[in-house]
């Protein structure tokens, strides 16, 4: 099974900052990687899809990278409706495996 | 307007075994693929298994001995079955059709 490691945990950040959240693979994805919002008590919304396509909807302050096994998920621009839990998912081969998560919290 | 809602008991006992239903509106089951994934409370999120469109299965080998997934396409049904339920399995259980549209989720408690 293909693991992903990623990072940080938990981040603390003020409105307007940059952030960037960290998906590690342990073997090339082929950049099959989405990166996933989610709020307390609600399903999981899809930011990216496929490393860096942005899902229709989903404000540009968001951005996707990577390949290989590293994949990164950028807010330029944190607005208070962001801080939220953020997961990364691998769908380059089975069993599909998500990262544990980051926390992104109001400092 | 595609949709995906679970349905199922909250509360199973030990040992025994899980059924949930995920109904779809929106779409058709012969042409899109449906799969289960679940959260642990406060936990991170498990990819469980799909079924394709065409009716084939794939499973998440950890469940694999345990989980059955089918699907009626005439009623627009995908089933979840997981036999030997412990603890550790009570979750928040999702359907979602191709990673974008998901269900509200159905919380399962595993306790006697």
């Known amino acids: 099974d293909i693991q992903m490691t990623q990072s940080p945990s938990f981040l603390s950040a003020s409105v307007g900052d940059r952030v960037t959240i960290n998906c590690k693979a342990s073997?090339?994805?082929?950049?099959?990687l989405n990166w996933y919002q989610q709020k307390l008590g609600e399903a999981p919304k899809r930011l990216i899809y496929n490393t860096n396509n942005l899902q229709t909807g989903i404000p540009s302050r968001f951005s996707g990278s990577g390949s290989g096994t590293d994949y990164t998920l950028t807010i330029s621009s944190l607005q208070p409706e962001d801080f939220a839990t953020y997961f990364c998912l691998q769908h380059n081969s089975f069993p599909y495996t998500f990262g544990a998560g980051t926390k992104l919290e109001l400092k | 307007q595609v949709q995906l809602k679970e349905s199922g008991p909250g509360l199973v006992q030990p040992s025994q075994t899980l059924s949930l239903t995920c109904t779809v509106a929106g779409f058709s089951l012969t042409s899109y693929n449906v799969h289960w994934v679940r959260q642990p409370p406060g936990k991170g999120l498990e990819w469980m298994g799909v079924i394709w469109n065409t009716g084939g299965t794939r499973y998440n080998s950890a469940l694999k001995s345990r989980l059955s997934i089918s699907k009626d396409t005439s009623k627009s049904q995908v089933f979840l079955k997981m036999n030997s339920l412990q603890t550790e399995d009570t979750a928040t259980y999702y359907c979602?059709?191709?990673?974008?549209?998901w269900g509200q989720g159905v919380m399962v408690t595993v306790s006697s």
């Open positions: 073997q090339n994805i082929n950049k099959y």
């Open positions: 979602a059709r191709e990673g974008y549209y």
